[in-house]
């Protein structure tokens, strides 16, 4: 698609919510402005496709959301999307509104969702990784994960105080249902004894060993930093096993969850989902389509959508050997 016939582009935010959705959203409208083509807010992700609840957007109309969490376009997951029933029914509503392409932020389903959208209907698209898992293939970040790890470690440093005076065990369970970016960088930065997570196998033995270790070297509090997916299990059956092993222990658990999603982005966070949504505007006029737009050695690049959604980014290994020697 050409610069001259891309006249209108839809925004969208899709899945689970993240710190700089708002800020890639006013990216995305001030430079459509910049290049004076429309652009249209659909609310409620692929929802609001469906259901035709779109409204025209101009720079003026996302002013002071830069610093504002959540997304003010609101999101969902749409069942209804998932049908060829549900797709046609938003794609007709594309039309008559006259959009000619779709910039997507979301995470790897709502890419999923557009890829299929794109390959029955020929909509042009671009997604935008928002999510703060930082799964993501084809981005060094996704918007909302460096929010999300300075919330974890915000938070495991006020628990600290409290373990430190009361000589307790705390078990801390963070996001990452399939990833441990947040669980493994969190648990460096704030000094973590063991950090559980999905990519590492772990076992209680290991754990037990690293306690008595830590016991014996004159540590009298510890904080044990585990991923949501650990398959161990969560905090609460770790912390249950513990107590068993270890009777004298006193034992706390705390589950961080949604506040992990919420509040103000990181200045690193707007300023990657500032480049990336001009990226997407971008990356349409510039005829590309069916890719996501990242960053990779701080310099904007674009990613083959099938790419970003069956490849996942890796833990790197050598953050998993600085924390064993961190922990001693």
């Known amino acids: 698609m050409s610069n001259a016939t891309l006249k209108k582009i839809g925004v969208l935010t899709s899945g689970g919510d993240s710190p700089g ?8 409208v001030r430079a459509c402005a910049y290049y004076q083509i429309k652009c249209v807010g659909i609310k409620m992700g692929y929802e609001g496709l469906i259901q ?3 409204s025209e957007l101009g720079a003026r109309s996302v002013k002071h959301i830069i ?10 997951r749409s069942d209804e999307f998932r049908t060829k029933e549900g797709r046609e029914k938003a794609y007709k509503h594309l039309k008559s509104n006259g959009l ?18 794109f390959k029955e209907f020929g909509i042009p698209f671009i997604g935008i990784p928002g999510t703060i898992d930082n799964d993501i293939f084809g981005t060094d970040f996704t918007i909302g994960y460096d929010t999300a790890l300075n919330t974890v470690i915000e938070a495991i440093d006020r628990i600290r105080d409290s373990a430190t005076s009361h000589n307790r ?13 947040i669980a493994l960088n969190s648990g460096i930065a704030s000094g973590a004894q063991d950090i559980l997570i ?66 103000n982005p990181t200045c690193m966070d707007r300023v990657l989902a500032s480049r990336l949504g001009v990226a997407g505007v971008e990356g ?16 904007v690049v674009y990613t083959p959508i099938e790419e ?8 790197d290994k050598e953050l998993i050997k600085v924390a064993k020697i961190l922990a001693v």
Do not use: C
């Open 52 to 54: 035709n609840q779109m």
């Open 308 to 315: 970003a959604i069956k490849k996942h980014n890796e833990i």
């Open 100 to 117: 000619d392409a779709l910039i997507v932020i979301g995470g790897d389903g709502s890419f999923t969702g557009a890829n299929v959208f």
């Open 284 to 299: 349409l006029l510039e005829g590309r389509t069916n890719v996501m737009a990242g960053l990779r050695s701080n310099k």
């Open 67 to 76: 610093n504002r969490g959540g997304t003010f376009l609101q999101t969902a």
């Open 169 to 181: 065990i705390f078990f801390v369970e963070v996001m990452g249902r399939d990833a441990g970016f």
């Open 198 to 263: 999905p990519e590492k196998k772990d076992s209680l033995e290991g754990l037990f060993q690293s306690l008595e270790k830590s016991e014996q070297a004159g540590k009298n509090s510890s904080i044990i930093v585990v991923a949501e997916g650990e398959e161990l299990g969560n905090a609460f059956e770790l912390a249950k096993a513990t107590e068993m092993r270890f009777p004298d222990y006193d034992v706390r658990v705390t589950v961080l969850g949604h506040i992990q999603r919420g509040g």
């Open 21 to 28: 959705m708002n800020t890639a959203v006013r990216a995305v």
